[in-house]
């Protein structure tokens, strides 16, 4: 049973990045999925969750109307499209489904 995220790098502000998220060992489809970011030297932050089927999605504030979560449940997949990227969207970005967490994928957001 894992998660393993992809994706993450350096980008300009303003860029865009489209992480992933690989789940294997669970049913994906049936599991409500959520993107959790930690900057250095803050707590976790989570940013974004996405239901089971006819998906209901959430956002938080920060990042609303910038980022988009969706999902591919016949590949198991959850991903984050990451548009108009700010300094402090710096973070290791994380993948989790209840008690399940991925190793995390590093974003760097630097001119």
């Known amino acids: 049973v894992q998660l393993v995220e992809s994706g993450g790098g350096m980008v300009q502000p303003g860029g865009s990045l489209r992480l992933s998220c690989a789940a294997s060992?669970?049913?994906?489809?049936?599991?409500?999925m959520s993107w959790v970011r930690q900057a250095p030297g803050k707590g976790p932050e989570w940013i974004s969750s996405i239901a089971t089927g006819s998906p209901t999605t959430w956002y938080a504030n920060s990042v609303k109307g910038r980022f988009t979560i969706s999902r591919d449940n016949a590949k198991s997949t959850l991903y984050l499209q990451m548009n108009n990227l700010k300094p402090e969207d710096t973070a290791v970005y994380y993948c989790?489904?209840?008690?399940?967490w991925g190793q995390g994928t590093q974003v760097t957001v630097s001119s």
């Open positions: 060992g669970f049913r994906f489809s049936t599991y409500d």
């Open positions: 989790n489904s209840a008690d399940l």
